[in-house]
């Protein structure tokens, strides 16, 4: 078996956010799908059981998620991708702005955005499956290109951090 | 709500492929997503209910994805989107190999593979969801580019078929 093949699959570059009580944070996940078009749309999204963002959307079952242009770059995707809610204000020096579900919605350099419920959640060992429901959404600037992670490694020269869902030690 | 902001996620284009006794089918699909990257890594897939892949991935438990490369056509994808297994041989004209798990893999114009086991199934609407295991896997080109879902929009200018997963009457 060559797990390297999975290098190939393609996927987006997302912020997911979310709060519970005055509890904020936010996370860089590249495993944002939709698996139904009906009136509400049904999405999911596998988020590390180690990240904050991972026990405050557990306990909030609310998810805001940030579609990421190519105009972001490392600074802005280090803000949340290689250090923690836990310690650290992540909305500090961002733009962001509150979601009709009251949860930030990072908006910098991003395309739109999607509000959505959390209907279930799939223990999947180092992750959580969620499956949502959205709620609400919008464009914030259309003609922005939206960032592959293909182009985050081979452009902007990103890493996989450890908690991601496509992290191998043998990269 | 604007569901078209839906229509910046980013994919990939993959042909999922099942047997069930001697019954075989396969279809095209956007929904490959990994979430965890442990020994034997976990994958998503949804398919919607109405395609016969769907019944045969439930009868067997087994599923194989390949990665389409660009080299792809509206040709080879019309063999697998367009039309159905129920009614038609789709193993004919097309390059195959079959799995170490015995369920053939399309191999034509294809980067690399993975063979799956299903180990849960969540009723998803329109669609179901399967959670998989990788079993097995292996590259077939990695020279390959592997096609994205814009790509397969903008560039070969397919269409998204009403059976998909991001399908939208608006669209």
Known sequence: MNNKVLFKLNYGMYIV??????????????TVT???AEEKPKLIVAINKGNYTNSLVKESKKINISILSNKAD???IGKFGFRS???????????????NNGIP????????YMECDVINIIDSGTHDLFI??????????ENLT????????NV???????KASTYSKEK
Chains 1, 2 share one sequence.
């Open 105 to 112: 919605i990072i908006t910098e350099n991003v395309v739109g």
């Open 85 to 99: 809610g836990r310690d650290s204000n992540k909305l500090e020096d961002i733009e962001y702005k509150i979601g």
């Open 146 to 153: 939206p960032m592959t992670y293909e182009y985050y490694h």
């Open 156 to 162: 902007i020269k990103g890493k996989t951090p450890p």
């Open 17 to 30: 956010s979310s709060k519970a009580e005055e509890k904020f944070s936010g996370c860089i996940v590249n």
């Open 34 to 36: 939709q698996i139904t």
């Open 74 to 76: 490392m600074l802005e």
């Open 132 to 141: 949502l429901e959205m709620q609400d959404g919008e464009f914030l600037d």
